[in-house]
């Protein structure tokens, strides 16, 4: 006996070519045995495509969930840097004015408060923070334990008229980001960079010096 063609008929619309190699294989054990279960194989195939199925589906969602988490890192440069949560105790700024005329318009100084792990701070760290459109270098302090202060300073310069003293202008270096109202704090170490975003900044006041 053979297989009844009706059996086949539209399956080459239906199936895959996967299901037609498990068919023969069928097929072949049961003429060895002389059994025509036909039926069973079917219900064997359809249980493997909704198997299959499943796996597609759960591997496509395991993908996307990956590309996502992926998707959130900061380009600074040639430098890519993992955008990580972190809670932030403080994020503010004082400005100081200078007592005489000059093309130094004022000194604003950062401060960042938060909680880090000891092994962050080593000798390879490098701290910035990225604001606007530039990378501002910090220096950090322990405040206890586990909370952590850094700071960085950075000069504002306007035009003067003849005569005024003008001193020279230094400026930190260009993130080529347009950060608008957002700032990071971004740890650099061995290749790696990490960045952490900060909260909405705020401004302590301007001191006029005398």
């Known amino acids: 006996m053979r297989l009844d063609d009706a059996y086949f008929r539209g399956w080459d619309q239906q199936v895959m070519p996967v299901d037609w190699i498990l068919v023969i ?6 003429n060895q045995r002389k059994q025509y279960l036909f039926g069973s194989c079917a219900n064997y195939i359809m249980k493997f495509q909704s198997l ?9 969602l395991a993908y996307f969930a990956v590309q996502g988490c992926e998707s959130q890192r900061l380009v600074i440069g040639e430098s890519s840097c993992a955008i990580e949560a972190w ?14 005329e000059s093309n ?3 000194q604003r100084t950062y401060f960042i408060t938060g909680k ?9 760290n490098e701290w910035l923070l990225a604001v606007d459109s530039v990378l501002i270098s910090l220096s950090v302090s322990q405040l206890r334990d586990d909370l952590w202060q850094w700071s960085g300073s950075r000069n504002f310069y306007q035009s003067v008229r003849e005569g005024v003293l003008s001193m020279e202008e230094v ?7 347009d950060l608008n109202e957002e700032a990071f704090l971004i740890r650099r170490e061995a290749g790696r960079c990490r960045a952490r975003l900060l909260p909405a900044v705020r401004n302590l006041g301007t001191i006029a010096m005398p």
């Open 171 to 177: 400026n930190p270096d260009r993130s080529g980001l």
């Open 25 to 30: 294989t069928c097929y072949s054990w049961m």
């Open 52 to 60: 299959m199925l499943r796996y597609f589906l759960f591997g496509s």
């Open 87 to 100: 809670s932030v105790e403080d994020y503010f700024t004082k400005d100081v004015l200078p007592g005489m």
């Open 104 to 106: 130094l318009r004022k």
């Open 116 to 124: 880090a792990d000891l092994y962050e701070f080593n000798d390879q």
